[in-house]
């Protein structure tokens, strides 16, 4: 099972910003609903961009059962950020969980 389903870390730590071409409201998959403006040709998650960060996407508690509601609309981002990354171990650290690296065999 993913680490994801017990983690959220990375959803309370990065503003989540991206082009607007990813809004539903262009053709993309992410639901304008759920995001702001922040200048002509960007948008971010709403709740990614004020401390402390949450997006309100995330359904759950931090390092407990947590779950993207939009999971598969998610932006750029988020299916670019892997389990296991640098920014991933990161954004665990930070929140006081153990990285995951090793038993990835990363
Ligand atoms: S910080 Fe890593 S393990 Fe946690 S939800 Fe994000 S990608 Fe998954
Ligand atoms: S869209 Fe989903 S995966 Fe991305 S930060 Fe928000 S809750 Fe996390």
Not at 21 to 36: K, W
Request: charge should be negative; hydrophobic fraction near 30%.
């Amino acid at each position: 099972m993913s680490a994801c389903t017990t983690c959220g870390a990375c959803c309370h730590s990065y503003r989540v910003e991206f082009s607007v071409y990813e809004l539903d409201s262009l053709g993309g998959p992410v639901p304008e609903a759920m995001t702001e403006v922040v200048n002509g040709s960007t948008c971010r998650m709403k709740g990614t961009g004020v401390v402390p960060i949450r997006c309100t996407a995330l359904e759950g508690e931090l390092g407990q059962l947590t779950l993207c509601r939009i999971y598969e609309q998610r932006p750029c981002p988020c299916t670019e950020l892997e389990e296991g990354s640098y920014g991933c171990n990161k954004a665990r650290v930070r929140h006081g969980l153990p990285p995951l690296g090793e038993w990835l065999g990363n």
